[in-house]
């Protein structure tokens, strides 16, 4: 079955160092990727979407790299920041109704 | 929010009754989406929807239904409530315009079977 795997664990980083987050999937031939931000006792907040032929995007401090032979995204926060806290899902889509979600890596930045 | 509000925000109910769960957007998206978000299990959709009276099942469809006779109002039911429907229920729309679509997510309800 189609799996998506994201670091479990929380992640706590240091402000001014760079967070990476890793989401692994298996099963799946995905046309594109999408990562969402998600606040406690909010909805998620879409950040970022890299289709399949695509290696690399880059918004601001964010930094999303799609490798679909390993079957691999890394998601990084550059110079983070204690605002950059929150819980970050990675979706993976084949059409626009057919999106799966993972459980998400909850990132803390310390001062 | 994007334009989509949920009513009601929170909900504490009884095991056995009905439950509806609405979603309504300003934004005149073609596609809304129902999801529950519990721990270890990220966000699993219900339903969608793709047009008016238009709808289909998603991951984990039992024990629920869904109605949207109006392109902004997307109603979620929960026909004989069980705790394992406990849980944080999120709307999400969607233009449907290509292949990579983004979803905008409303502010979530939070709903306790008892």
């Known amino acids: 079955s189609q799996k998506i795997e994201q670091n479990s664990e929380a992640l706590n980083i240091q402000e001014g160092k760079t967070a990476t987050l890793t989401c692994n999937y298996t099963?799946?031939?995905?046309?594109?990727l999408q990562w969402y931000r998600q606040d406690p006792g909010r909805g998620p907040v879409f950040l970022l979407l890299?289709?399949?032929?695509?290696k690399e995007k880059r918004k601001e401090r964010l930094k999303v790299t799609f490798d679909t032979t390993l079957k691999q995204s890394l998601f990084h926060i550059t110079a983070s920041q204690p605002a950059d806290s929150a819980t970050y899902l990675c979706?993976?889509?084949?059409?626009?109704?057919?999106?799966?979600f993972g459980s998400g890596t909850r990132l803390s930045i310390r001062p | 929010d994007a334009g989509i509000t949920q009513s009601p925000r929170h909900k504490v109910t009884e095991t056995g009754t009905p439950v509806t769960l609405r979603c309504h957007q300003t934004?005149?998206?073609?596609?809304m989406y129902w999801y529950r978000q519990d721990p270890g299990h990220g966000l699993r959709l219900i339903h969608y929807?793709?047009?008016?009276?238009?709808?289909d099942k998603g991951e984990v469809s039992d024990g629920y239904s869904v109605s949207r006779s109006k392109t902004e109002d997307f109603l979620l039911t929960l026909e004989s409530a069980t705790s394992s429907q406990t849980s944080v229920y999120f709307c999400?729309?969607?233009?449907?315009?290509?292949?990579?679509?983004?979803?905008?997510f409303g502010p979530g309800t939070r709903l306790t079977v008892l």
């Open positions: 999400a729309i969607s233009e449907g315009r290509g292949r990579a679509d983004t979803q905008y």
């Open positions: 099963n799946y031939s995905p046309a594109y």
């Open positions: 890299i289709r399949e032929n695509e």
């Open positions: 979706a993976l889509g084949s059409s626009a109704s057919k999106i799966i």
């Open positions: 934004e005149n998206h073609r596609y």
């Open positions: 929807s793709y047009g008016v009276k238009d709808t």
